[in-house]
């Protein structure tokens, strides 16, 4: 297994076709993504992605995590992402943030991440964004 931060390249070579292959109509702007983030492989095979918005609080948020429907092998795929997201957390730490959070409503996103350490905060909430043409 290799984690490594995501790279020139993998939004349009990996990352679209996972979000098209996960029901997205299209995937984020690239310009609405943050700087860092991170993609894990299994030998040379790319399994899961996230990325980390980092800003001037304290508090970093994982977001975007997204998998290769293709590969399937159990339960290598679970610990995959579980260190992914371990290293993402670490990163934040390492960068002076005091904590992290996600939103998620996806059952198995939700027991994913607290395989990784998350506790839940808060139930129930709504994700709104607000768009300008």
């Not at 979000?19 to 984020?28: D, L, R, T, V």
């Not at 095979?45 to 990325?51: E, F, L, T």
């Not at 970093?60 to 957390?89: F, G, H, Q």
Request: glycine residues 4%.
């Amino acid at each position: 297994m290799k984690i490594r931060q995501i790279q020139d390249g993998d939004y349009e070579n990996i990352l679209t076709k996972w979000w098209g292959e996960w029901g997205f109509e299209s995937a984020p702007p690239k310009e609405m993504l943050p700087d860092t983030g991170f993609i894990a492989f299994d030998e040379d095979v790319p399994v899961c992605s996230c990325m980390v918005y980092m800003t001037n609080s304290k508090i970093a948020w994982i977001t975007w995590v997204l998998s290769n429907r293709e590969y399937r092998k159990k339960p290598n795929r679970r610990l995959i992402l579980k260190d992914m997201l371990e290293e993402a957390c670490q990163s934040a730490k390492r960068a002076g943030y005091n904590a992290v959070f996600t939103v998620t409503n996806n059952a198995h996103a939700i027991r994913n991440f607290k395989d990784a350490g998350f506790i839940t905060s808060s139930t129930n909430a709504h994700e709104l964004v607000r768009l300008w043409d």
